[in-house]
């Protein structure tokens, strides 16, 4: 067990619809990172907040948004959901801004039907 | 930007074998890290390297921060049915805002035959 916490940890929505998925990262880490992994692919960067504050942006689409909380959870949304965005999203922590050695949750998996 | 080219894409071994694999990237790194990944679950940190020249162990585990700082290795000896899984690669080129994050190999697939 990593210490990060992710829920759902499956979701099947249809087409157009909007998604929230949830990540609580490890007890005192202050960065959250989340990233997308489609079928057999490697993992896709798409955001990093460190303390509340968004640090660096990868390949996150304009219908993607995320935030961090002032208790350090993080929240990624999804909307206007296509059958493409189907993929295991995936949230990280790590007691730093830097992302060396950061910790990865299980997942969640986004079915878009 | 900066890539990573992780080979083998995937190895179909005998238990017991040793395996291999390795990342090179297009510039130097600072840090290499090597993850494992188990079907439906997220990756976890295997080893970490912060020197170059630096090999490190962990079980059976061993990786070693290349020379040039370009590229890093990973050697599983005498494989077991709990080490197939996808074995990532990651490199962090520094601390700097522009180069702190990781870039990610594709990853290595490892699978045993029966």
């Known amino acids: 067990d990593s210490g990060v916490t992710q829920t759902p940890k499956h979701l099947i929505t249809a087409t157009g619809q909007r998604v929230t998925l949830r990540c609580s990262p490890r007890?005192?880490?202050?960065?959250v990172y989340w990233y997308q992994q489609s079928l057999d692919q490697g993992l896709q960067f798409l955001i990093h907040?460190?303390?509340?504050?968004?640090?660096a942006k990868g390949n996150i689409l304009e219908r993607f948004s995320a935030q961090q909380f002032p208790d350090l959870h993080s929240e990624l949304n999804l909307s206007s959901l296509e059958l493409g965005d189907s993929a295991l999203y995936f949230c990280?922590?790590?007691?730093?801004?830097?992302?060396?050695?950061?910790?990865f949750g299980q997942g969640t998996r986004l079915t878009v039907v | 930007g900066q890539q990573l080219n992780q080979s083998p894409q995937s190895m179909f071994i005998q238990e017991g074998e040793d395996v291999s694999m390795n990342c090179t990237s297009s510039s130097i790194f600072n840090t290499w890290l090597w993850y494992k990944q188990d079907p439906g679950e997220g990756p976890v940190l295997l080893i970490a390297?912060?020197?170059a020249g630096e090999l490190t162990s962990n079980g059976r585990l061993t990786a070693q921060f290349g020379i040039t700082r370009k590229d890093s290795f990973l050697n599983i000896s005498a494989s077991i049915p709990s080490d197939v899984g996808i074995y990532f690669c990651a490199g962090q080129g520094g601390l700097m805002d522009s180069n702190y994050q990781l870039i990610w190999g594709a990853g290595t697939k490892l699978i045993i035959k029966p």
């Open positions: 007890s005192g880490d202050l960065s």
């Open positions: 990280a922590s790590s007691p730093r801004r830097e992302s060396t050695e950061a910790f």
């Open positions: 390297l912060y020197k």
């Open positions: 907040y460190y303390n509340g504050e968004e640090r």
